[in-house]
């Protein structure tokens, strides 16, 4: 069983700082490209960043040079989301996803549970 596990959320006032970090655990051979997406209240989901196997972001116009996307350094299967200057927009359940290669299963998508952001005075 692969399971990824997302924390850091919360509520932080507007032009407030929010990091998500999100670790993947079980029988993992590799972990692949990753990803934040967010589903607002009333909202379609909205895919935030990514994040290639060798280290490559890209961001929604929406996030872009507010958010920051990496993977752990010194932790292995970890990804992280550095959010800056949060908007009241910004207020969304976050979810980590990805590919990984399992050593079962081979490769499948696999979903966090989610952590909620919320951004308001």
């Known amino acids: 069983q692969v399971q990824l596990v997302e924390s850091g959320g919360g509520s932080v006032q507007p032009g407030g700082s929010l990091r998500l970090s999100c670790a993947a655990s079980?029988?993992?051979?590799?972990?692949?490209?990753m990803a934040w997406s967010r589903r607002a209240p009333g909202k379609q989901r909205e895919l935030v960043a990514t994040i290639t196997t060798s280290g490559s972001p890209d961001y929604a116009d929406s996030v872009r040079g507010r958010f920051t996307i990496s993977r752990g350094d010194n932790v292995e299967n970890m990804v992280s989301l550095q959010m800056k200057s949060l908007k009241p927009e910004d207020t969304a359940v976050y979810y980590c996803?990805?590919?990984?290669?399992?050593?079962?299963?081979?490769?499948?998508?696999?979903w966090g549970q989610g952590t909620q952001v919320t951004v308001s005075s």
């Open positions: 996803h990805g590919s990984i290669l399992t050593f079962s299963n081979g490769s499948r998508d696999f």
């Open positions: 079980g029988r993992i051979s590799r972990v692949n490209n």
